[in-house]
């Protein structure tokens, strides 16, 4: 459970966003019928409820990785490690349902509504809900499985905005203060991008030329670019319409001499016919911008809401902290 993915906003005092990764809520593994022949036991205790280990094995198969490690090396060490890291998460969120309940926590339309979002997100990857169900039956999971654990999730959502307050105010100062003591965060990287058309010269250099030519006519009359591209280049980018995006760096790295032109050549002009080697290309840069720090005004809510969630995770881990000591917690996993 990943009880700090909630996003605090000043803007949104509700704070709600994409809130945790929850297991697997209380119930929803041994609501899958343990097999007969596997040996159950107890692995943790809070207050009177259990988790066995049937649980807690199927809440670490969901992971990629340790059904990696299992099927290389059932007695991995580091299948243990993900198991103990895993119970202690299952403990908290138990913890966590058995608030709700306390709370009497409803269930409403709304959230069925997000649900059913949630649960396209998850399929998305698989294509569709149906191929996704597939994936887990492979798994040996029920589908259900996902679906409690999703509203699980929405549901203690719901439990952390009633219990810990979102209304987060940031000093003024105490931005300015991080922008001054962490500059290397705020900066605008470098980038070029570049748009080119090429052909090849092949077995008639002039031919090629003249074609080429008479496409860069195309783009002076006012054809796009971009099209003039798609339709006669022979250059790697041609489905691109001829984009170049050079990425950290305001220089241009393309084959003698266009690398070299590039670099010289202002943003929206159109070069002229450029002789390569193997080719002939006309290119226009399209956009050039250099590395440059950000001024705090331009990252004031980005700022503004790293501090907010920095306080809301400190008042979650006090929030937690007094839920276990409240609570009667034995751990049996070694």
């Not at 649980?55 to 060490?77: A, G, H, I, S």
């Not at 499985?145 to 952390?160: D, P, Q």
């Not at 219990?163 to 987060?168: E, G, Q, V």
């Not at 090429?198 to 031919?207: R, T, V």
Request: with cysteine.
């Amino acid at each position: 459970m990943n009880l700090r993915s909630i996003d605090v906003s000043a803007r949104a005092a509700s704070a709600t966003a994409a809130l945790l990764v929850v297991l697997a809520a209380p119930g929803i593994a041994r609501a899958q019928a343990t097999p007969p022949d596997y040996v159950d036991r107890i692995v943790a205790v809070v207050n009177d409820e259990v988790i066995t280990s049937f649980e807690l094995e199927k809440v670490c198969e969901l992971r990629r990785e340790f059904r990696q490690l299992k099927q290389q090396n059932p007695t991995d060490p580091q299948l243990d490690l993900i198991r103990l890291r895993s119970l202690k998460l299952l403990v908290d969120e138990r913890l966590l349902t058995q608030l709700v309940v306390e709370e009497k926590i409803e269930w409403t339309d709304a959230d069925d509504e997000q649900l059913e979002q949630a649960l396209l997100k998850e399929a998305k990857p698989h294509g569709s809900i149906e191929a996704l169900d597939a994936a887990l039956r492979k798994l040996d999971i029920d589908p259900e499985f996902l679906r409690e654990r999703l509203k699980t999730e929405i549901t203690l959502s719901k439990l952390f905005l009633r219990k810990i307050r979102a209304d987060i105010f940031i000093r003024p100062e105490d931005m300015r203060k991080y922008y001054e003591e962490n500059p290397g965060e705020f900066f605008r990287a470098a980038r070029v991008v570049v748009r080119q058309l090429y052909l090849s010269k092949g077995n008639n250099p002039a031919d090629a030329r003249l074609r080429i030519e008479q496409a860069r006519s195309r783009i002076v009359a006012g054809e796009d670019f971009e099209e003039v591209a798609r339709e006669i280049s022979e250059g790697p980018k041609r489905d691109d319409g001829g984009l170049w995006p050079f990425e950290g760096t305001h220089r241009v790295e393309m084959i003698p001499p266009i690398g070299e032109i590039a670099n010289g050549l202002p943003v929206g002009e159109l070069s002229e016919v450029i002789d390569t080697r193997r080719g002939w290309a006309v290119i226009r840069v399209e956009e050039r911008q250099r590395r440059e720090v950000k001024t705090f005004e331009q990252v004031q809510d980005e700022i503004q809401s790293t501090l907010q969630r920095r306080e809301w995770d400190r008042r979650l881990d006090k929030w937690m902290s007094e839920l276990r000591r409240r609570a009667f917690i034995r751990e049996f996993l070694k």
